[in-house]
């Protein structure tokens, strides 16, 4: 067996008014993993750590935004 090691990788979306947005979709570029953000723009996305992460949020009316994630303690 091999085991893979998972990270989690949680927050809250907010938008410029410090207003949390529900149900904004978060991508993990060159893979098939994602999460929507729950009703209080919460979301949590376990991830296979190889790092650099690159995350993808989108929601209607908004331009997509990307965060790069570097490491576990970022």
């Keep these: 067996y091999k085991l893979n090691a998972q990270s989690l990788i ?3 979306v907010k938008d410029n008014t410090n207003e949390t947005l529900p149900g904004v ?3 993990v ?3 098939g993993s994602g999460t929507v953000t729950d009703i209080n723009g919460k979301f ?3 991830v296979t750590p190889s790092f650099p992460l690159t995350l ?3 929601f209607i009316g908004y331009n997509a935004h ?3 994630v570097f490491n576990e303690y970022c």
């Design 10 to 12: 949680t927050g809250t």
């Design 66 to 68: 990307i965060v790069f």
């Design 29 to 31: 570029t060159g893979t």
């Design 56 to 58: 993808v949020f989108s």
């Design 44 to 46: 949590e996305l376990p």
């Design 25 to 27: 979709n978060i991508t």
